[in-house]
Protein backbone atom coordinates (compact mmCIF):
# COMPACT_ATOMS: atom_id res chain seq x y z
CA UNK A 1 0.00 0.00 0.00
CA UNK A 2 1.04 3.38 -0.85
CA UNK A 3 1.18 6.10 2.31
CA UNK A 4 1.42 9.59 2.03
CA UNK A 5 1.66 11.79 5.05
CA UNK A 6 -0.61 14.63 6.26
CA UNK A 7 0.40 17.37 8.85
CA UNK A 8 -3.00 17.39 11.30
CA UNK A 9 -3.35 20.01 14.02
CA UNK A 10 -5.86 21.17 16.46
CA UNK A 11 -7.82 24.55 15.60
CA UNK A 12 -10.25 25.31 18.13
CA UNK A 13 -12.69 22.87 17.97
CA UNK A 14 -11.57 21.50 14.58
CA UNK A 15 -8.27 19.70 13.40
CA UNK A 16 -6.86 20.99 10.07
CA UNK A 17 -4.89 18.94 7.50
CA UNK A 18 -2.57 19.49 4.81
CA UNK A 19 -0.74 17.30 2.58
CA UNK A 20 3.11 18.41 1.63
CA UNK A 21 3.15 16.11 -1.11
CA UNK A 22 -0.49 17.49 -2.47
CA UNK A 23 -0.37 21.02 -1.35
CA UNK A 24 -3.49 21.92 -3.18
CA UNK A 25 -5.08 19.62 -0.19
CA UNK A 26 -6.91 21.64 2.64
CA UNK A 27 -9.50 20.03 4.69
CA UNK A 28 -11.02 19.19 8.32
CA UNK A 29 -12.31 17.38 10.55
CA UNK A 30 -14.01 17.52 13.85
CA UNK A 31 -11.75 14.74 15.71
CA UNK A 32 -8.14 13.65 14.80
CA UNK A 33 -9.58 10.12 13.60
CA UNK A 34 -12.10 12.72 11.36
CA UNK A 35 -9.31 14.55 9.85
CA UNK A 36 -7.65 11.51 8.96
CA UNK A 37 -10.72 9.90 7.28
CA UNK A 38 -11.33 13.24 5.20
CA UNK A 39 -7.42 13.58 4.66
CA UNK A 40 -7.58 10.47 3.00
CA UNK A 41 -10.80 11.13 1.03
CA UNK A 42 -9.47 14.23 -0.68
CA UNK A 43 -6.20 12.11 -1.60
CA UNK A 44 -8.00 9.35 -3.03
CA UNK A 45 -10.48 12.25 -5.14
CA UNK A 46 -7.32 14.25 -6.37
CA UNK A 47 -5.45 10.66 -7.27
CA UNK A 48 -8.43 9.02 -8.99
CA UNK A 49 -8.61 12.53 -11.31
CA UNK A 50 -5.15 12.38 -12.15
CA UNK A 51 -5.30 8.71 -13.11
CA UNK A 52 -8.67 9.19 -15.00
CA UNK A 53 -6.70 12.55 -17.23
CA UNK A 54 -3.70 9.74 -17.34
CA UNK A 55 -1.57 11.95 -15.07
CA UNK A 56 0.85 9.89 -12.64
CA UNK A 57 0.02 10.31 -9.58
CA UNK A 58 2.96 12.04 -7.25
CA UNK A 59 5.29 10.38 -5.68
CA UNK A 60 5.42 10.41 -2.18
CA UNK A 61 8.14 12.50 -0.41
CA UNK A 62 7.16 13.75 2.80
CA UNK A 63 7.46 10.83 5.70
CA UNK A 64 6.24 12.17 8.58
CA UNK A 65 3.55 13.29 9.99
CA UNK A 66 0.07 11.26 9.81
CA UNK A 67 0.48 8.32 7.48
CA UNK A 68 -2.29 8.22 4.95
CA UNK A 69 -2.69 5.05 3.80
CA UNK A 70 -4.05 4.15 0.03
CA UNK A 71 -6.09 1.21 -0.28
CA UNK A 72 -5.16 -1.71 -2.93
CA UNK A 73 -7.35 -0.56 -5.73
CA UNK A 74 -5.59 2.79 -5.67
CA UNK A 75 -2.23 1.97 -5.07
CA UNK A 76 -1.52 -0.87 -7.40
CA UNK A 77 -2.47 0.46 -10.79
CA UNK A 78 0.08 3.81 -8.99
CA UNK A 79 2.51 1.37 -8.26
CA UNK A 80 2.11 -0.73 -11.87
CA UNK A 81 2.50 2.61 -13.71
CA UNK A 82 5.49 3.71 -11.83
CA UNK A 83 7.27 0.55 -11.89
CA UNK A 84 7.04 0.64 -16.24
CA UNK A 85 7.91 4.11 -16.20
CA UNK A 86 11.22 3.74 -14.26
CA UNK A 87 11.88 0.92 -16.49
CA UNK A 88 10.85 3.24 -19.62
CA UNK A 89 8.71 0.75 -21.08
CA UNK A 90 5.80 1.55 -23.10
CA UNK A 91 2.39 -0.58 -22.54
CA UNK A 92 3.22 -2.31 -25.67
CA UNK A 93 6.74 -3.38 -24.90
CA UNK A 94 5.32 -4.20 -21.28
CA UNK A 95 2.72 -6.37 -22.72
CA UNK A 96 5.08 -8.06 -25.36
CA UNK A 97 7.25 -8.97 -22.59
CA UNK A 98 4.18 -10.88 -20.27
CA UNK A 99 2.38 -11.99 -23.83
CA UNK A 100 -0.82 -9.94 -22.73
CA UNK A 101 -2.55 -6.94 -24.84
CA UNK A 102 -1.21 -3.55 -23.69
CA UNK A 103 -5.18 -2.61 -23.60
CA UNK A 104 -5.53 -5.27 -21.05
CA UNK A 105 -2.52 -3.35 -19.23
CA UNK A 106 -3.77 0.79 -19.60
CA UNK A 107 -6.80 -0.92 -17.86
CA UNK A 108 -4.96 -1.86 -14.93
CA UNK A 109 -3.38 1.32 -14.77
CA UNK A 110 -6.63 2.62 -14.52
CA UNK A 111 -9.23 2.51 -11.59
CA UNK A 112 -11.42 -0.17 -10.94
CA UNK A 113 -9.53 -3.01 -12.54
CA UNK A 114 -9.85 -6.26 -10.66
CA UNK A 115 -6.54 -8.21 -11.08
CA UNK A 116 -6.02 -11.85 -10.46
CA UNK A 117 -3.46 -12.58 -8.64
CA UNK A 118 -2.23 -14.54 -11.40
CA UNK A 119 -2.07 -11.67 -13.30
CA UNK A 120 -0.93 -9.40 -10.73
CA UNK A 121 2.09 -12.33 -10.61
CA UNK A 122 2.28 -11.66 -14.33
CA UNK A 123 3.35 -8.17 -14.21
CA UNK A 124 5.24 -8.22 -11.40
CA UNK A 125 7.79 -11.07 -12.55
CA UNK A 126 7.61 -9.01 -15.97
CA UNK A 127 8.52 -5.71 -14.28
CA UNK A 128 11.17 -7.72 -12.01
CA UNK A 129 9.69 -6.51 -8.93
CA UNK A 130 8.57 -8.01 -6.15
CA UNK A 131 4.74 -7.39 -4.30
CA UNK A 132 4.23 -8.44 -0.96
CA UNK A 133 0.91 -8.31 0.88
CA UNK A 134 0.33 -7.69 4.30
CA UNK A 135 -1.87 -6.96 7.33
CA UNK A 136 -1.29 -3.15 8.77
Known amino acids: MLRYYAEIEPDDEDWIVTMPDYPEI ?4 ESLEHAKEMALDALKLMI ?5 DGISARKP ?5 HAIC ?8 ILIRWAR ?4 LSLESLAEKIGMQYQNIQKLER ?12 IAQGLGIQI ?3 SV
Open 85 to 88: EEQK
Open 26 to 29: HTYG
Open 48 to 52: ADDLK
Open 132 to 134: EMG
Open 111 to 122: LGSNPTLKTVSK
Open 61 to 65: IHKSG
Open 70 to 77: LPMELSFP
